[in-house]
Every structure is written in structure tokens, then in C-alpha cells.
């Protein structure tokens, strides 16, 4: 018994460590120093799904949408910088599918100056197929009480 209490403590010793080689994890990108924005997304999963499909079939690159397989009404978008980027050049996008049919969404990165590209995930969802974000229609928020930390 207490060969096993200390092989699984050895275990947990070194699976910490091997999280502190150097390699950010999506969960540390989750920290609030990482925060670059909230927003909120005038559609449901569907409709982001949809539009990603669309906009990666006409641009050629979109975000990735993965849904929480234990809460329906939680996903992400994973959106890298480089091609098989880890998450220190990943920018993450964390999904809530409110109840009046709306999504918030909270954008993170390790990164700093990617407010262009978080223009290009938000435009992919609302205007999907137009792939330079400036010649998209502006953004129509809808009516509450939502204020955003930061654009």
C-alpha cells in the first residue's frame, strides 16, 4: 500500500514538472493576465459553425470550434497564429451559448498585438467569406446590459 501511495505521488511529482518544462498549456491561457478581450456573438454554436465552415472553405483559414462534450452549452475556439502552433502562439476563445440564443465570448492569448487577428476570428463568424475583416458590414451587438473589458 504505501509502495503505491509513493509511486502515485512520484507520478504526480513528475507530471508537474513535465507541465513546467517551458510549454504553456490551454488551461494557462485561461489566466486572467492573458485576457484580451470579451465579446458577444449575435448567433448560437450552429450558426459559428456554420460560418467557419463557410469562411474556411472561402479564405482558406478559420478558428477551430470544439464543443465541451460535458456541457452543451460551453465551447472553444482555437485559432493559431503559425501553422501547428502550440498555445503560446494559439489565441483562445472560450464559449458560453447564453439562454436568450447569444454567445460571450472570452478571447485569450499569450501573445501580445494580435487585435487584428481576433478581428479576423469575430468577422469570420459575422460576415463568413469575407477574408480582409476591414471590407466587413459593423457589427450589430445585441440590446442589454453587456459591457465589454476590452476591444
Known amino acids: 500500500m504505501k509502495k503505491g501511495i509513493i509511486i502515485l505521488a512520484g507520478l504526480a511529482a513528475l507530471a508537474g ?3 513546467q518544462n517551458g510549454q504553456l498549456r490551454e488551461d494557462d491561457l485561461r489566466r486572467s493576465v492573458y485576457l ?5 456573438i449575435n448567433t448560437d454554436f450552429v450558426g459559428i459553425q456554420r460560418a467557419l465552415f463557410k469562411h474556411q472553405a472561402e479564405c482558406g483559414k478559420a478558428a477551430v470550434f470544439k464543443m465541451d462534450e460535458r456541457q452543451a452549452s460551453y465551447g472553444t475556439l482555437r485559432y493559431p497564429l ?8 494559439t489565441i483562445l476563445v472560450d464559449l458560453t451559448l447564453m439562454q436568450k440564443g447569444w454567445v460571450d465570448a472570452k478571447v485569450y492569448s499569450y501573445q501580445a498585438g494580435v487585435q487584428q487577428q481576433i478581428k479576423e ?13 476591414d471590407e466587413a458590414p459593423k457589427e450589430v451587438q445585441p440590446d442589454d446590459d453587456f459591457k465589454p473589458v476590452a476591444q
Do not use: D, L, V
Open 17 to 19: 514538472c513535465a507541465a
Open 36 to 40: 484580451q478581450s470579451e465579446r458577444r
Open 82 to 89: 503559425e501553422e501547428g502552433a502550440g498555445w503560446e502562439k
Open 121 to 133: 476570428i469575430f468577422t469570420s463568424i459575422r460576415a463568413p467569406g469575407i477574408c480582409n475583416p
